[in-house]
């Protein structure tokens, strides 16, 4: 009994020997490639090979001779008593194969090695983010991240675009601008705090009579 083997592509199962011919659905691979089909059954002189196990010791090899073109089905559709009349043709993308190996191996071959199997190059750890408390880190200018649109707009439409500006205003001046609220005063007060700032103090000192 010859040695052959049930093999899957593209959703098909064929039975191959040794030098046979097979005309498959459509393979990216090159002409000339190698492929490795997928073995389902494997029966030679000795035995029948059905287990997935042991399946898994098939090696059914072959080589692309060429893609070809199937022959045109044509198509004709109408439709009784309306005049309908459709003609069209289909021709299936095609890869001719030569089966060149059938055999059962003593022990499953290597698995080819993914990217995803490399052991993955050491990279120098990166650096913990900084704490940011709503406001920026000390000696930083800029307004606050979490003051808020409004108050921010407002800010910048007054020209207090960084908070050493902001420092140059107390905070009755600032409240005074609209869309700066009580909350967004204190959003500032702790960022000028960070920044190692403050608001302008009120001038509390009273004139003698």
């Known amino acids: 009994m010859p040695t052959y083997a049930i093999v899957e592509s593209g959703g098909k199962q064929y ?17 000339g490639a ?23 010791k ?3 090899e072959a080589k692309v001779a060429g893609h070809e073109r199937g022959p045109k089905i044509r198509v004709f559709k ?9 003609r069209k043709g289909h021709r299936s993308e095609l890869t001719r194969l030569e089966i060149t190996d059938v055999a059962m191996l003593s022990r499953k071959p ?10 993955a190059e050491e990279k120098p750890a990166a650096e913990k983010p900084k704490a940011e408390s709503g406001a920026q880190a000390s000696g930083a200018k800029g307004l606050p991240d979490d003051l808020g649109k409004p108050a921010t707009g407002a ?4 020209g207090l675009t960084d908070l050493e500006k902001v420092a140059g205003k ?16 204190e959003t500032l007060e702790k960022a000028l705090a960070d920044a190692g700032l403050s608001f302008k103090q009120t001038d509390q000192s009273e004139e003698s009579d």
Do not use: C
């Open 15 to 31: 039975r191959v020997e040794k030098g046979q011919s097979l005309l498959v659905d459509r393979l990216s691979e090159d002409e």
């Open 34 to 56: 190698k492929v490795p089909l997928r073995a389902v059954m494997f029966r030679d002189d000795d035995n029948t090979v059905l287990s997935p196990g042991d399946l898994e």
């Open 58 to 60: 098939v090696k059914v």
């Open 78 to 86: 109408y439709k009784a008593k309306k005049g309908y009349r459709k």
């Open 110 to 119: 290597a698995a080819k090695k993914s990217a995803a199997d490399k052991p």
């Open 155 to 158: 800010l910048e439409e007054a």
């Open 170 to 185: 107390t905070e009755a001046e600032l409240l005074d601008l609209k869309g700066v609220g009580p909350k967004a005063v």
